[in-house]
Nanobody, 123 residues
Framework: QVQLVESGGGLVQAGGSLRLSCAVS????????MGWFRQAPGKEREFVAA????????YYTDSVKGRFTISRDNAKNLVYLQMNSLKPEDTAHYYC????????????????WGQGTQVTVSS
């Protein structure tokens, strides 16, 4: 069983930065592609970023390109989402997810999910 625990959310002013972390239990962490998703009130969950098992490939939704960076440390079973130049529209509950096979943007294809961490960006 794989468990994911997110941390690092909080309240920040527009233009500020936050770094989200996702701690993953399980010895096979390095075999999983990892993704970050977010859901704002009244909206559907959306893809934010994903990273391949090796960390060699990363993908972002257009609205965060150039501002967010996804990375992973397979030795520590951690995935990060560095968020810079935050905007009020980035306000959402952010989720970390793991996928057994290749990286993807479709949330329904992910196998494991964390409980999420709230990010609120004030204007």
């Amino acid at each position: 069983q794989v468990q994911l625990v997110e941390s690092g959310g909080g309240l920040v002013q527009a233009g500020g930065s936050l770094r989200l972390s996702c701690a993953v239990s399980g010895r096979t962490f390095s075999r999983y592609a990892m993704g970050w998703f977010r859901q704002a009130p009244g909206k559907e969950r959306e893809f934010v970023a994903a990273i391949s098992w090796s960390g060699g490939s990363t993908y972002y939704t257009d609205s965060v390109k150039g501002r967010f960076t996804i990375s992973r440390d397979n030795a520590k079973n951690l995935v990060y989402l560095q968020m810079n130049s935050l905007k009020p529209e980035d306000t959402a509950h952010y989720y970390c997810a793991a996928r057994r096979t290749a990286v993807a943007a479709q949330d329904s294809t992910y196998d494991y999910w964390g409980q999420g961490t709230q990010v609120t960006v004030s204007s």
